[in-house]
């Protein structure tokens, strides 16, 4: 029987404003029902979408500035959800590459005003830790939580072989590697946590195909028995 844990768990990429309300609440929920065997709870990165801040064609949705002041009332709004319904756990949050849009952006067009602004603003909030550069990671009891930027199943290579929890791909599931060793061979495992976000909203749809997708909503979960991804199953 393996050792009793507690369990971290992984939000995936949210990309607020465009969240996926029905599978927040299943997500709040799931919280509140293990309250009191969570230990941490880690938001993986692309918190918000920075549609307005993207290089791709686009549709004028909403403007920068109604995004942006949307968006922050959305990630305040459900970071406080997440302390109503486990107010004891610890909690995290990583940047991913679409949080760091607005800085890229700045940087290309006028960096000279680099230093003028607070990009970490965004990124705080009351009682969460935050890892302000996308590039870094966090380490917990032996699992390393990065964005991810790479395809599903590659990231264990990207953290010199140890355990990963990522997200980015918005595909959630585990992998697992043998590390083969002179001595004491282990099993490595990436958990993905998918992603929250609606992929049929207009900002959404930048798909090949615009009736189905392959991406997969839910949340990674790391106990005893190791990561595994939990699919959102919608109430029948």
Not at 44 to 69: N, Q, V
Not at 187 to 206: K, M, Q, S, W
Not at 215 to 235: A, C, K, M, N, Q
């Amino acid at each position: 029987m393996a050792r009793k844990r507690k369990m971290i768990i992984g939000i995936g990429d949210m990309h607020l404003p465009f969240l996926a309300e029905n599978v927040w609440r299943w997500v709040i929920k799931f919280i509140s029902d293990h309250r009191s065997e969570i230990h941490a709870i880690v938001q993986m990165g692309d918190l918000y979408y920075m549609f307005s801040f993207s290089r791709f064609p686009k549709r004028l949705i909403m403007t920068p500035r109604d995004e942006t002041y949307e968006a922050r009332a959305m990630a305040e709004k459900c970071w406080e959800e997440i302390k109503k319904a486990a107010p004891r756990v610890k909690r995290y949050q990583l940047l991913g590459n679409h949080d760091a849009r607005l800085m890229k952006r700045v940087i290309e067009t006028m960096p000279e005003f680099d230093h003028l602004i607070r990009y970490d603003q965004l990124f705080e909030f009351p009682g969460v830790l935050t890892v302000r550069d996308y590039r870094d990671e966090l380490e917990i009891d032996g699992w390393h939580f990065i964005h991810g930027h790479t395809r599903a199943g590659k990231h264990m290579e990207a953290v010199h072989f140890q355990n990963v929890c990522c997200a980015h791909t918005h595909r959630g599931g585990s992998w697992s590697m043998r590390l083969m060793q002179k001595k004491n061979p282990v099993i490595l495992t990436e958990l993905n946590c998918g992603f929250l976000a609606d992929p049929f909203h207009d900002a959404l749809i930048y798909r090949p195909m615009k009736k189905y997708f392959t991406w997969t909503h839910g949340l990674g979960v790391i106990d005893e028995y190791g990561g595994r991804f939990i699919p959102f199953e919608s109430p029948k």
